[in-house]
């Protein structure tokens, strides 16, 4: 049970890890992660947060998995609301907590961006580690990974890339331009993944939490659908 509640502690960590890097990736105004691309242009469009918007869009993502999957959707998978509710305050709490910062150069913005991209990886990474849960943005990955019985990869990769253009069209749509999107966008997209790679061979706590998953019953653990890059931006 300690072990269990480790590793549960640790994951949520990590999902709070996540929120604080997207928050930092976005105050850059350089534009935000992929997965955080439509609530946040969406946010500029209607009287809701970023936070409010990620949390709506991730129980659809959550309600999708349950209609695709269906009886293969295990009951344990509902705690990603949950996380959901965590993510998505969190969002919110760091953008509050980052109000002070607001780089006017693009050397200040680049490097907001870097380090956003550094925290995400490291969220991503020990989030993983301990194999406890799937989070949404992950979750509905896998499901239509199962459905259309393609890589989890490459779905993912139409995943962002769908998501990144609906943003982008939703942009036109409400200001006549791109509003929320921009370099930083792509750059969070080819990075965070080098990261979370860098992280998962040099960093040793991660071995460490990796290591309290393998203390539990295999029953006791939930399927890794992917390693490393492969789950870059999954919430």
């Keep these: 049970m300690k072990t269990r509640i ?6 949520v960590f990590g999902v709070v890890l ?18 955080s691309s439509l609530p946040y242009v969406l946010s500029f469009a209607f009287p809701l947060s970023l936070g409010a918007f990620s949390f709506i869009l991730n129980m659809v993502y959550i309600l999708a998995q349950i209609l695709l999957l269906r009886r293969a959707f295990k009951p344990v998978q509902l705690f990603q609301i949950v996380v959901n509710l965590v993510f998505s305050a969190g969002i919110d709490v760091s953008m509050s907590l980052l109000s002070w910062l607001q780089p006017a150069a693009m050397p200040g913005k680049l490097l907001s961006l870097l380090v956003g991209c550094a925290i995400l990886g490291l969220g991503i ?6 194999n406890v849960l799937m989070v949404p943005g992950e979750g509905i990955v896998k499901a239509l990974s199962t459905v259309t ?3 989890f990869g490459t779905v993912k ?5 769908t998501l990144i253009i609906t943003a982008g069209i939703l942009s036109f749509v409400f200001f006549g331009r791109l509003q929320g999107l921009g370099i930083g966008t792509v750059v969070s997209a080819l990075i965070v993944g080098k990261f979370v790679n860098i992280y998962n061979r ?3 706590l991660l071995k460490y939490i990796a290591g309290l998953a393998e203390e539990e019953p295999e029953e006791e653990r939930v399927p890794r659908v992917a390693g490393g890059e492969s789950v870059v931006n999954g919430i």
Excluded: C, H, Q
């Design 6 to 11: 480790s590793r549960f502690l640790w994951f």
């Design 18 to 35: 996540n929120s604080f890097g997207i928050a930092f990736i976005t105050k850059a105004a350089l534009g935000t992660s992929p997965i």
């Design 125 to 130: 990474s020990i989030e993983v580690a301990p």
């Design 149 to 151: 019985r393609k890589k």
């Design 157 to 161: 990769i139409a995943f962002d890339v």
């Design 202 to 204: 040099y960093l040793p």
